[in-house]
């Protein structure tokens, strides 16, 4: 019986050249995003596979010098380009596409799109999250609107339950009826999406990539399945196909549009986070560490652990002891601010999920941009694989200096180091995280788009059981 | 009689303070055309609400074929057919993908030629089969409502003002397929207005003003009756002010 009203209804949807011409748009809206995508990120790995090698070459060829001089002379690591990058640009355009790693600093994420971008990009960027997000709902809206109210002001409804169709059956059949005529369209272009990622994308990218395409897929059907249902409890309740139509206009531009900024300015208020100003000042007192100080404590702890009562008699090169311990004492300073400063993001981030429970956009868009790899707790990762990249290299370089220059008080300009220390030290090799751990940051998320569905599974047979049968 | 199809026991309905139908007892056989007469409000409607299930009685019960609707509600509904004032269809689907819809649900598959077996012992002509039911007239879109009783083997009829509406040809011929259905062993219950035809097609009349069945006359007595001027004197009746 639900299997014969979901063929009715996708029959008469496919009969409706309203359908054909709105589901075309979307459908060339979100093809054509993801060949811009697609082109975006090939363009985008191609670079930053050139410049990481160039940068390599940098790095090796880098004429003898003393190594803390290497350490200053710096390297950079560059974000991966993942091919969901095509689906879903999240905060790329904020968090940088590389970070410059050198001794005594951490520095924050360089060159970010949004830095170039026209005023135009404020509009925001056809995206195929985009569309998914906002278009593909609309098109939901669209097709089911009419679903129970439109079967009362026509007046098939009194003689469709007179033939002993169960409410619950009537509801399983619409939200089916619904679901095909749109998985005719979706199916298609996610397949085309996966072949083309199967195709082009290197192997170890696309292995890492399908079981985050899986997991959006399923995220998105979660999604859409929201606002099916929504659209079929309005239409039950509504007085008229009309008035249904602009309640869940209202819903979708709410859920849409007002939500996000709603929830952005909640976020800052409820999570202050870090300014901008407060992460200035918590640098120059990084950078204001007194030296003097520093060489005092070092000289006296040396000359204290050796029993000898001149620096000319240790055993070690102070100014190199000093510089290892100063770099952890920075590093751990830096690492303390760069953390009060990701973990209001975190925070401002987790404030704005819990937004989900009245607009489900608000959960999907994180989990969005969790799955693409483009969200702050990605970009987090990776700064602090790079951090510890930076920090090990730099060490690396202070401890041969304490290993190899001229034991004593005084900088031993004499000692320089080549090649083979440079190519000793590897390349930032940066392993992107599982799916499972990029899901795991979204439990709210996750939770509250569970609980969407669970609700409008209650909700919808309950209104449909309780709907009126003929118009108001 | 032999055994009812449609039985109403006392069947009583409230609507908060309102009495829309009062211990209603009414009894329709196999062959029988019953034509429920009563102006608008009177529970005519109501009455057909509860065979149908749509309401639940307050008092009484509505049997279809010897089942209780509220306690047997799938069973009952695959015995009924029902034809509301205005047979609604979805336009965009045609006459046959219609009846094919609506039997499908009432859990009868059918093909090809028994859809259109169906439609024209209904009588819609076979040029309309294949065509959107968007474009059909009412006496059409009835006939598809009658093609789905016949497929169902609708043991009773329930019709709420099914010439309402219908121009006097497509009514006579509406009447004469409502008493085939009826000849065949259908029973039929029909709420109307319309006299005229009911003196064509009825076996039994009854008068319900303010939800109390006033009168009922059947077989030779039908014929004879000025069915105009009993209805109007029960509504006339029902209506004078109450006095000392």
Partial sequence: MTLAIAKKEAAETLRDGRFWWTTAIVLILLIGALATGWVHTERLTAQHTEAAEAERGVWTGQEEKNPHSAAHFGTYAFKPVTPLLAVDRGLTAYTGVALFMEGHAIQDARYRPAEDASAAARLGELTAAAVLQWLVPLLIVLLTFGAFAGERERGTLRPLLSLGVSRQALAAGKALGAAAPLALVLIPAAILGAAAMALFAPPETAAWSLPRVALLALVYLAYFAVFVGVSLLVSALARSPRSALLILLGFWFANGFIAPRLAADVSERVHPGLTAEAFAEGKAEVDAMSWEDRTVRVTERLLAEEGVSTLDSISVNMPAVRLYEGEQEETEMYRALFERLADGFEGQSRVAQAGGVIAPLLAVAPLSTALTGTDYRHHRHFAEAAETYRYGYVQTLNQNLIDHAAPGGSWDREYVVGEEVWAGIPPFDYEAPSAGWALGGHGLALAFLGLWLVGLVLAVPAAVTRMPLDPR | ?244
Avoid at chain 2, 59 to 83: F, S
């Fill in chain 2, 1 to 244: 009689m032999s055994n009812p199809i449609l039985e109403a026991r006392g069947l009583t309905k409230r609507f908060d303070a309102t009495l829309a139908l009062d211990a209603l007892d009414l009894a329709i056989g196999p062959g029988e055309v019953y034509a429920l007469l009563g102006p608008n409000g009177a529970g005519k409607t109501t009455t057909i609400n509860l065979f149908l299930g749509f309401l639940a009685p307050d008092g009484g019960a509505a049997l279809v074929d010897g089942l209780d609707v509220q306690a047997e509600a799938l069973e009952t509904k695959r015995r009924l057919a029902y034809l509301p004032e205005q047979v609604a269809l979805y336009p965009s689907l045609t006459g046959a993908e219609n009846l094919g819809y609506f039997a499908a649900l009432a859990g009868i598959a059918l093909k090809d030629a028994e859809r259109a077996d169906f439609l024209d012992r209904a009588g819609l002509q076979r040029e309309a089969h294949d065509r959107r039911a968007g474009t059909y007239s009412k006496g059409m879109r009835q006939k598809v409502g009658v093609a789905l009783a016949l497929a169902k083997g609708a043991k009773a009829l329930l019709l709420d003002e099914p010439t309402s509406g219908l121009d006097p040809s497509a009514s006579v011929e509406f009447s004469g397929l409502v008493r085939r259905l009826a000849d065949d062993g259908a029973a039929v219950l029909m709420a109307t207005h319309d006299l005229f035809r009911v003196k064509d097609t009825a076996s039994r009349v009854g008068v319900l003003v303010d939800g109390q069945l006033r009168e009922e006359i059947a077989g030779e007595a039908l014929q004879s009756t000025d069915l105009e001027a009993l209805y109007l004197g029960h509504v006339r009746e029902a209506e004078a002010p109450v006095t000392a």
